[in-house]
C-alpha cells in the first residue's frame, strides 16, 4: 500500500469524479489498485453523508459494500485509536486541538503504515509536514 485516501478523495475516486487534483488524479491512475487503501472510518463518513443526502446515491448500501469489495481497507485497532488520541494537532486557526476523529484516525493509520495521504483538507496539509505525514493533492 502507498496511498491511504481521506473521506472526499476515496468518493471522487470510486465515483470517478473529475473533483480530484490533476497531480493526485494521475498518480492514483498510475498506481495498483491494491496500492491505494482506506481506513474502515471512512466508510461510516461517507454512510453519514448518504443519510443526509450530501452524497445521493441511489443504493447506498449497495454504493458502500462495492467500495468496501475494491478497496484495501485498513481496519482500526489499538495502535491507531492510541495514535489518534495521542496526536499533539494543534488546530491551524484558533486555539485547541484539531478533533475530528476520522482526519486523527487517517493521520495516524498514515503514520503506522508509512502511508501517503490523498486529500485537500487545509488542516490536513497545515499539519501533515509537523507529524511527519506525506500528503498529495
Not at 443526509?52 to 469489495?69: A, N
Request: aromatic letters at 6%.
Amino acid at each position: 500500500m502507498i496511498y491511504l485516501l481521506d473521506t472526499h478523495a476515496l468518493w471522487h475516486h470510486a465515483s470517478d469524479g473529475d473533483e480530484l487534483s490533476s497531480e493526485a488524479a494521475a498518480q492514483l491512475d498510475a498506481a495498483k489498485l491494491e496500492d491505494i487503501c482506506v481506513l474502515d472510518v471512512s466508510l461510516y463518513e461517507l454512510a453519514r453523508h448518504m443519510a443526509v443526502g450530501r452524497i445521493e446515491v441511489e443504493d447506498p448500501l449497495s454504493t458502500l459494500v462495492t467500495i468496501e469489495k475494491n478497496y484495501p481497507i485498513i481496519q482500526s485497532n489499538a495502535a491507531i485509536a492510541w495514535k489518534s488520541a495521542s496526536l499533539d494537532w494543534p488546530k491551524r486557526k484558533g486555539k485547541g486541538q484539531h478533533l475530528d476523529p476520522a482526519d486523527r484516525a487517517i493521520f495516524a493509520a498514515a503514520i503506522l503504515h508509512n502511508l501517503t495521504v490523498v486529500t485537500a483538507d487545509k488542516e490536513m496539509h497545515a499539519h501533515g509536514p509537523v507529524a511527519g505525514v506525506s500528503l498529495l493533492w
